[in-house]
């Protein structure tokens, strides 16, 4: 059985036009609009609200595509995600479809995002462990506009390896839309919007198989598209990141209640002033979170240095904390994932969340000891420790050089040539074997082969649940980690000019 919300039913509107009262006279446009990948950018927002208000949202549908809040910021954690709801209900909007940032950030803050929205959340593909679906989450909603009914199925793509990590399993898309759409009779609706977080691949093949749905409404892409597609007659929209468009489309009915034409456009928020309401409830929810996050958990003694470019203690201890953390012969990680150092004194959540504020994950896997030599040697290079890193994920930090657990010692000559500096690696004193596969305590970053691209030769990949944030909770309160993160692990011969 389909999970949807049903609107009540309204009574068709009334025009008043030359002193004579018309019902249902004329055509009707229904105006769509849609954001999608604000990731957490919630500034974006105050000008997206003065843009919806401008043009107006009479006979209007206003849609989010997914991947609204983002944890790396402290006031999405302190408030469980719910500033992302408080500002979506702030500009009005009819319908959220759960992203990854929604669906995979713990089943507490799932529920709370949900809840605190004053709208349906949608994902017809979301479902629990036992099979069952989440109370919160309706696979589809109707939404009646003067006498056009528009049924509004939400979608959401899957992320490998991390479904049973959280408690929820999501199924195949095509076949859950299919479901959805023999479940809900054709006479219950007049046009169908997909509002989807499957990225533009996959929602090109959905346009290809359903010849039912209309429109579908793209997530899970940062890409500004500056024209629609159109693939089996089904338009295809997106509205780039970050709040800087809103997509607007115009569908255009006759007396028949039969499409007449549509129109789609990309409207730039900047040409707009702020709304300053949503920069009082930011404001609001900054407070709310820095107290929440900002409660002593402990003190440490011991200043913890960083840098993106050379060994540092930080780096050190985080590697060692995935080691021991995944049970692994080594831990690996990129210095980019740190914002900066540690001082000696009191730790909280809101400083963890400072110091390391990207969401990624522990993650293990098997590496052959001749990829790991080319990872390391990759990470003596500026080329590679000062590229950004792609993609939403890093939010354009730098990669960072290699940092190693302590039980690694990599001797190299630093004036010696680009990819042939190292002279030997030793793991726990003996040689690194090129054909060795080696268990790795490392991030999902790294393990999907973002940048240092040969972790993609790894197997047997698997993640934690955890942020890397709460890797360094748990070993920055053990001194014997703090202690050994001041081993050296990367050493210079005595000929190098470093």
Not at 276 to 281: E, N
Not at 344 to 357: H, M, S, Y
Not at 384 to 400: F, K, M, S, T, V
Not at 433 to 441: C, L, R
């Amino acid at each position: 059985m389909a999970f949807c919300w049903v609107e009540p039913k309204k009574e068709p509107i009334v025009l008043l036009l030359f002193g004579k009262v018309m019902k249902g006279w004329g055509k009707v446009k229904i105006k769509i609009y849609h954001i999608n990948d604000l990731n957490g950018y919630y500034e974006g927002m105050s000008r997206l609200s003065t843009a919806l208000k401008e043009h107006g949202t009479i006979n209007s549908i206003i849609l989010d595509g997914g991947n609204n809040p983002d944890f790396m910021r402290w006031e999405t954690e302190g408030s469980k995600g719910e500033i992302s709801s408080v500002l979506l209900n702030e500009i009005g909007i009819t319908a959220r479809v759960f992203g990854n940032s929604e669906a995979f950030s713990g089943l507490e803050n799932a529920r709370v995002i949900s809840e605190s929205s004053n709208f349906p959340s949608l994902s017809c593909n979301i479902y629990q462990i036992n099979g069952e679906k989440f109370p919160y989450l309706k696979d589809y909603m109707i939404k009646q506009v003067e006498d056009i009914r528009v049924l509004i199925i939400g979608v959401t793509a899957s992320r490998k390896g991390f479904d049973n990590l959280y408690g929820i399993s999501v199924k195949e898309p095509r076949t859950e839309i299919e479901r959805v759409l023999r479940e809900v009779e054709q006479s219950q609706y007049d046009l169908t919007i997909l509002l989807s977080h499957l990225g533009r691949t996959a929602e090109r093949e959905i346009a290809k198989h359903f010849a039912e749905i209309d429109i579908i409404v793209s997530g899970n892409s940062p890409n500004i598209v500056e024209k629609e597609e159109n693939i089996n007659q089904t338009i295809i929209c997106q509205a780039g990141s970050r709040g800087r468009f809103l997509g607007k489309i115009e569908i255009e009915y006759d007396l028949n209640k039969k499409k007449s034409g549509y129109s789609w456009k990309l409207i730039d928020c900047n040409l707009f002033p702020p709304d300053f309401k949503i920069y009082y409830l930011i404001d609001k929810y900054t407070r709310l979170a820095k107290r929440n996050l900002s409660k002593p958990l402990y003190n440490i003694k011991t200043a913890l240095n960083h840098s993106s470019a050379s060994e540092n203690l930080l780096g050190n201890l985080l590697a060692d904390g995935l080691k021991d953390f995944q049970k692994t012969e080594i831990g690996l990680i990129n210095t980019g994932v740190l914002e900066r150092g540690l001082e000696a004194g009191e730790i909280t959540k809101k400083l963890l969340i400072e110091v390391c504020p990207l969401p990624f994950h522990p993650a293990y896997l098997e590496l052959q000891g001749k990829d790991l030599l080319q990872i390391l040697e990759k990470s003596l290079l500026p080329e590679y420790y000062q590229a950004l890193g792609p993609g939403e994920g890093i939010r354009d930090n730098c990669l960072g050089n290699i940092a190693v657990s302590n039980n690694v010692v990599v001797t190299y000559q630093n004036n010696a040539e680009p990819m042939n500096k190292i002279i030997e690696v030793t793991i726990d004193r003996k040689p690194l074997e090129g054909e060795q596969w080696y268990s790795i305590g490392t991030s999902d970053f790294l393990e999907q082969g973002s940048s240092y691209e040969d972790f993609r030769n790894g197997r047997k990949a698997n993640y934690q649940p955890e942020f890397l944030r709460d890797i360094l909770a748990k070993y920055l309160k053990k001194w014997r980690f703090i202690r050994k993160a001041k081993q050296k692990r990367f050493n210079p011969t005595e000929s190098s000019d470093a």
